[in-house]
């Protein structure tokens, strides 16, 4: 097996460079997509402006539903029944449609390391920038035409950018909506919908010569909605829609808390993480309550929780009223590398730092974007740090033992490129830098870029079900061959079941 970033600079992608054999499997011509573009910007607007004028997804969400319920195509609970035996596979992975050399890395070791599974979930962000029908040819059905077997998905925010057109089409094989109703005149409704973009209008053609690439019998997969629940072997697997700023509307909270009910244990798939960043988002329910508090009622037996959104690993195992939840942040499917860098030293939910996990550490990540400022602003010899040199500032600014083992000495140098770059401060110099300037500085420096040569950093999971336990592996996808060939785990745990529960 091979190491993983917490054993090797090789485990982590820092010495062997031979690229992996991904590239063969994408077309011809590929657009790399840059979140610093103004034009991917401007497409995708529909976000800041449910934010300043009013969040509409709850309303089109509905119908969406409704309109699937009339044409037959969904029954009022939206489960999906399985034959999935008591022991099984299946993957998971996040944020995956880039359509660019993030994305088709990650698939030579999924293909590997899901051999045998039954089925693939993508918790949110199916597509980028914004979810289009005409771009699943590329972004979905040719990476994935290989995996021969189901795949479920959930929307993010980015497949609600285009009103959730495209993700309806492919994935429920369903109609687009019809025009709603033009809002009165200066009303905050009003003025969202004269810069509100519009979705693209489907290829039908187009769409369904992509959908010949997933064609095989073994690979049909049928869903009811963009929420469902799937009752799989011992298990069940509840997806939610978070739409385009992360809570669910009454309706749907309502549809959650009777799918949750019984016995039988759950893990709830969604496309906003509850805990991330050492930060607790308990995900409003319109009307009143949240979904975590759902997930911590104690006669609901979730186990898990598993949220896309944020583009790398994290995990939190949080003790609620004598049992355990994990709550895990999977969205390296295929985007860009969110920072992990940028996270403090975790103290939320009971949970500290000896027991968070991340991929890629928090060294990997410093390194990955120094290199990456390093050669953009042409200040390689300021910015570049080794993984070292990164692990060293980090631990020290942390207040951890290094992960990785490291001799580097913290100098000025380091410590500038560390804070540039939107590393917490040490926890005795907090109070004296304001948090709003550092997360100025974090999300205009840190996680919002690209680069399209290895290591990419890149994850996705496997859950083997059992009746007893579900053991839950985070494999790495660095775009390197050794990865591909034997992709590293970088997390590994088990998440019991209770017994008879079924």
Not at 52 to 69: A, E
Not at 117 to 122: E, N, P, Q, S
Not at 230 to 257: A, F, N
């Amino acid at each position: 097996m091979s190491d993983s970033s917490r054993e090797s600079l090789a485990g982590a992608g820092w010495e062997s460079q031979q690229p992996g054999t991904y590239r063969e499997l994408m077309p011809a011509r590929v657009v790399n997509l840059s979140w610093l573009d103004p034009v991917t910007l401007w497409k995708a607007r529909n976000g800041p402006l449910a934010s300043l004028f009013g969040d509409p997804t709850g309303r089109d969400r509905q119908r969406w539903v409704s309109g699937q319920r009339e044409r037959g195509a969904a029954g009022a609970d939206l489960v999906i029944e399985r034959d999935d035996p008591d022991t099984y596979s299946f993957l998971l992975l996040g944020d995956t449609g880039e359509g660019d050399d993030p994305q088709y890395a990650v698939v030579p070791g999924m293909l590997k390391a899901g051999a045998g599974t039954r089925y693939a979930v993508i918790c949110s962000d199916v597509l980028y920038p914004v979810g289009s029908a005409n771009e699943y040819d590329t972004k979905f059905f040719r990476p994935y035409r290989d995996y021969d077997a189901p795949v479920y998905a959930i929307p993010g925010n980015h497949d609600w950018y285009d009103g959730l057109t495209g993700f309806m089409r492919v994935f429920c094989r369903a109609p687009a909506l019809p025009p709603a109703p033009r809002p009165r005149a200066l009303t905050r409704a009003w003025w969202r919908t004269l810069l509100w973009a519009k979705p693209d209008v489907p290829d039908d053609a187009r769409v369904d010569e992509a959908r010949r690439m997933r064609s095989a019998p073994s690979q049909t997969a049928s869903q009811p909605g963009p929420y469902w629940a799937i009752d799989s072997g011992p298990i069940r697997i509840i997806g939610i829609d978070t739409g385009l700023l992360g809570d669910i509307d009454g309706e749907q909270g309502e549809w959650l808390r009777r799918v949750s009910r019984g016995p039988r244990p759950k893990i709830l798939v969604t496309g906003s993480p509850i805990y991330v960043d050492g930060e607790h988002h308990p995900c409003a329910i319109e009307g009143g309550g949240t979904v975590d508090e759902i997930v911590r009622d104690p006669e609901r037996n979730f186990v898990a929780v598993i949220g896309g959104d944020i583009h790398n690993y994290q995990r939190y195992p949080v003790d609620v009223d004598g049992r355990r939840i994990q709550y895990v942040v999977s969205g390296g499917g295929g985007a860009f590398m969110h920072a992990t860098h940028t996270i403090p030293r975790v103290t939320v939910g009971g949970v500290t730092e000896d027991r968070f996990r991340c991929y890629p550490m928090r060294g990997d990540s410093l390194t990955f974007y120094s290199r990456l400022y390093g050669r953009r602003l042409h200040l390689r010899r300021l910015f570049d740090l080794t993984p070292d040199e990164a692990s060293a500032v980090l631990a020290q600014r942390l207040g951890v033992p290094a992960t990785r083992g490291t001799g580097a000495r913290v100098t000025l140098r380091t410590r500038f490129v560390a804070s540039v770059l939107g590393a917490p401060p040490r926890p005795d110099r907090r109070r004296r830098l304001r948090l709003p300037v550092r997360r100025v500085l974090t999300r205009l420096l840190s996680p919002g870029s690209a680069t399209y040569s290895p290591p990419f950093f890149k994850s996705f999971l496997r859950l083997d079900v059992s009746p007893a336990v579900v053991r839950v592996r985070c494999f790495a996808a660095t775009g390197l061959l050794a990865h591909e060939l034997d992709p590293p785990v970088e997390d590994d745990f088990t998440i019991p079941l209770p017994a008879n529960a079924k």
